[in-house]
């Protein structure tokens, strides 16, 4: 009797005449042969230290994190302007009929003589031209805020290095987290097939045994349905596969979406961490704390607002009555101490805006502090339990495995029912599938354990 599987993409395969079953499971497996390699040439081996590599070198939040350290970077080189000179030049011209400006020129360009000072002149003068060349230079002195200011520019500069730290490290777990999930798809797909070669393998078995009238038509169909279930299973996890490895190119910034698979082999990695303890200088932590330096600077340099100013100032100019020239010269050099008493009150309330802000920022590390210790106690239960969930699983299998295989053995003598070798086949894929998980779950409590005790 021939099983109906109409529903398989080599159903006329299946079916060509003359052709036995067994002859067709040949077939198949050749056909696969033929294509593996095919599927291995569009396929990149690839293992975690490349992956981790290529992450921290191409991942654009790595990216976009150095360009707001370079933003913070940019802000504190411009307060620099509290110790550098302003200088600036000029070069202007005009013509004027005015009497005060006329005479002023004039004086500028060293020209005044006796008969400018006859009063028909100075009140309706002729026609003046002038041509000034003026550079000005403006130098701080003492500005008590801008110190303030620079201050917090430069703690949040090296706060925001750290955050790109802290964001590097996250990088890296998610891409072990990718990789370990890719590497549980694999096996994921490896037992399936498995299970999919021992379903067929009983499908057989069962069919000649029908042939002989040793089943009966329920027990065939029942050997039927767990093939298509498997295949089913099996054609969601190759899909996983793809989703798996679309993630982990995400993270290392390949466009080529290139299917990946994984050169290391899922095992148990790293030591046991369930005493890290939550360090002060992670970087997170660190760049709070810097953020909340900043914030206490920001807060002094309004008070040191209401201090008065110092600067310098001077400048040089050359004074002409012709177009790019300059026979006449001159200087200015002074100094200023400025002092702005009253804004309508917008001081006040800047400083106590920044107070407050100072004040929120220290609250704020407090409680990121705790919230921190908490997932690192949490991720060390998880890490505990997935050791535990590990051991059981290790046991579950090897006892899966020795009862598939004594049912196995009994149901080619005739002495095992098909439902209950079903259900042992069922029971040993799904613990194979538990003990991998198992080892997925333990490699990533401990590389999580390791991220927030880093």
Avoid: C
Avoid at 312 to 334: C, I, K
């Amino acid at each position: 009797m021939v099983t109906k599987v109409t529903d398989s993409p080599l159903f006329p395969i299946l079916y060509l005449p003359k052709i036995t079953l067994k002859m067709n499971y040949y077939i198949i497996a050749f056909i696969l042969f033929l294509g593996y390699p095919i599927a291995a040439q569009q396929s990149r081996l690839i293992s975690k230290e490349e992956a981790i590599s290529l992450a921290l070198e191409n991942n654009n939040s790595i990216k976009m994190v150095g360009e707001q350290v370079n933003e913070s970077k940019a802000d504190w080189q411009q307060t620099q302007s509290i110790f550098l000179p302003n200088i600036s030049a000029s070069y202007t011209g005009f013509t004027t009929t005015n009497p005060l400006m006329a005479f002023g020129s004039k004086l500028n360009q060293e020209v005044i003589s006796q008969s400018d000072f006859n009063p028909q002149l100075l009140n309706d003068p002729s026609r003046t031209t002038n041509f000034a060349t003026k550079i000005e230079v403006q130098q701080p002195l003492l500005n008590l805020d801008g110190l303030f200011q620079r201050k917090a520019a430069k703690a949040k500069y090296e706060a925001t290095q750290l955050q790109q730290e802290r964001t590097k490290d996250y990088v890296v777990l998610e891409t072990q987290k990718a990789y370990m999930q890719l590497q549980l798809v694999y096996k994921t797909v490896k037992v399936l097939e498995k299970a999919k070669e021992a379903a067929e393998s009983n499908l057989m078995l069962a069919n000649n045994s029908f042939k002989q009238g040793y089943l009966q038509k329920s027990d065939v169909l029942a050997v039927q349905v767990r093939v298509t279930e498997v295949e089913n299973q099996l054609h969601y996890a190759q899909s996983n596969v793809k989703n798996a490895s679309n993630y982990l190119s995400i993270l290392v910034n390949d466009a080529s979406y290139q299917l990946l698979r994984p050169s290391d082999s899922l095992a148990v990695e790293g030591a046991s961490l369930e005493n890290s303890s939550l360090s002060e200088d992670r970087a997170d932590i660190k760049a709070m704390a810097l953020a909340s330096e900043a914030y206490k600077k920001m807060y002094l340099a309004e008070k040191m607002n209401f201090l008065p100013r110092l600067n310098a100032f001077g400048s040089y100019e050359l004074y002409d009555d012709e177009f790019l020239q300059a026979d006449a010269n001159g200087y200015l050099v002074g100094a200023s101490l400025s002092w702005n008493l009253f804004e309508g009150g917008q001081k006040f309330a800047k400083a106590q805006k920044s107070k407050a802000s100072f004040q929120k920022s220290e609250w704020e590390l407090a409680q990121y502090k705790m919230e921190s210790q908490v997932a690192l106690n949490q991720a060390q239960r998880m890490l505990q339990d997935a050791q535990n969930s590990l051991k059981l699983s290790t046991l579950a299998l090897e006892q899966s495995k020795e009862s598939l295989r004594i049912r196995t053995n009994r149901y080619k003598e005739g002495l095992e029912k098909t439902s209950d070798l079903l259900m042992a086949e069922t029971q040993y894929a799904q613990k194979q599938l538990e003990y991998y998980t198992a080892i997925y779950q333990v490699n990533y409590a401990q590389s999580y354990v390791q991220f927030l005790s880093k």
